[in-house]
């Protein structure tokens, strides 16, 4: 399992709750660690302080993008230490991933951020997952994509009703916790592939498969989209990244991605697929809403290319992010989620 590394950085002050949070936030900013060193909650009182000193008002995404990474630069050296695989703060949540990934440590340090993910990916782990769409829970591991808002789910499986091709070979890209495939497989398609570039989610995804009632007809393959093909598929589904951007940790790919993603992808796609076989992609206008990007990355594929042509668009529009995680809800109210259905058209492929 891939786990947040530890802390490697120059010897930290120490700060605790009679600190002077104010001047704490002007060491983080100046470059100083801090190791938190009575009780979690100093810890949270000084990421809701550098918080508030950073912020900016409104949804400039360049702007929220600049926040978001000097937030991210400098939370990341508020530390608490772990020791004999419990992290060392009074009121500490009890975190069993630090039991079962770093068994091999005695003694480290984490930052508060990479503690609040593995607490908040720890709760969902145990207690599991309910999708609408699905009949049994899921328990995603660590740094694994889930969906916190189901409109997409809801447009795939409306899709999926009304679908009249091929129900043989799928690949599913990009699995995450593996809702979309267990949606194909809930669907009546044969064979399906699930692939990503994300071990844990793979890992999880197999002791959930494994789970009963088993399911032996999803193979699970850690690749770059698609990877080597052997059998043409009938279908590729695809919910990408929504947004362009760098990534920095295993869940940033399922948020953000490289430049080239898009190209590779329908490149990939379009060798994989029978002639007329279907992608269908998960997107959202994300892009138009938030202004960052004119280039919408499927209607600059149709555009350009003639691989594929637009079958069918479906919209939903987006309700609000689930109460209860954190994630942060995406700026503006007027998102639309899409489900792009695309016609492979004839060749061989190379
Ligand atoms: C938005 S999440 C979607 C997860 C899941 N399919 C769902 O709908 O909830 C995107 C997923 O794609 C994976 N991913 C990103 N780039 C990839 C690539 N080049 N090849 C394979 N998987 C990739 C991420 O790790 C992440 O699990």
Not at 144 to 165: I, M, Q
Request: one cysteine or more.
């Amino acid at each position: 399992m891939i786990r947040p590394q530890p802390y490697t950085g120059p010897a930290p002050l120490n700060v605790n709750r009679r600190s002077d949070l104010n001047a704490a936030v002007d060491e983080l900013l100046a470059g100083e660690a801090l190791l938190v060193t009575d009780r979690y909650s100093t810890g949270l009182s000084l990421l809701t302080a550098l918080r508030l000193r950073l912020s900016v008002e409104g949804n400039d995404y360049t702007r929220q993008r600049a926040y978001r990474h000097q937030y991210q630069e400098a939370s990341k050296r508020i530390l608490a230490a772990i020791r004999s695989q419990r992290l060392d703060l009074m009121k500490a949540p009890k975190i069993g991933w630090l039991e079962v990934m770093y068994a091999d440590l005695p003694e480290f340090y984490l930052s508060l951020p990479q503690l609040q993910g593995l607490n908040s990916s720890w709760q969902w782990h145990l207690r599991g997952l309910k999708l609408p769409v699905l009949d049994r829970r899921l328990h995603p591991l660590h740094g694994t994509y889930f969906p916190t808002r189901h409109e997409h789910l809801h447009l795939l499986a409306d899709w999926l009703e009304r679908y009249d091709g091929a129900r043989d070979r799928a690949v599913d890209v990009g699995t995450g916790c593996g809702v979309l495939a267990l949606m194909l497989q809930a669907a009546g398609f044969s064979e399906i592939v699930a692939t990503d570039i994300n071990e844990n989610a793979l890992e999880g995804l197999e002791g959930d498969l494994s789970k009963p009632p088993r399911i032996t007809n999803i193979t699970l393959k850690k690749t770059y989209l698609i990877g080597p093909v052997g059998d043409r598929f009938d279908l590729v589904l695809f919910n990408p990244p929504w947004l362009p951007g760098e990534t920095h940790s295993l869940l940033d790919q399922a948020i953000y991605y490289p430049d080239n993603l898009f190209d590779d992808f329908f490149a990939a796609a379009w060798r994989a697929l029978r002639p007329g076989g279907r992608v269908v992609l998960l997107f959202s206008d994300l892009l138009k809403t938030t202004g960052v990007t004119s280039q919408h990355p499927i209607v600059r594929e149709l555009k350009r290319r003639k691989r594929f042509e637009k079958v069918r668009l479906l919209e939903r529009p987006v309700g609000s992010a689930s109460k209860k995680t954190r994630r942060r809800k995406r700026t503006g109210t007027k998102e639309k989620v899409q489900l792009w259905e695309l016609r492979r058209r004839g060749g061989g492929g190379a």
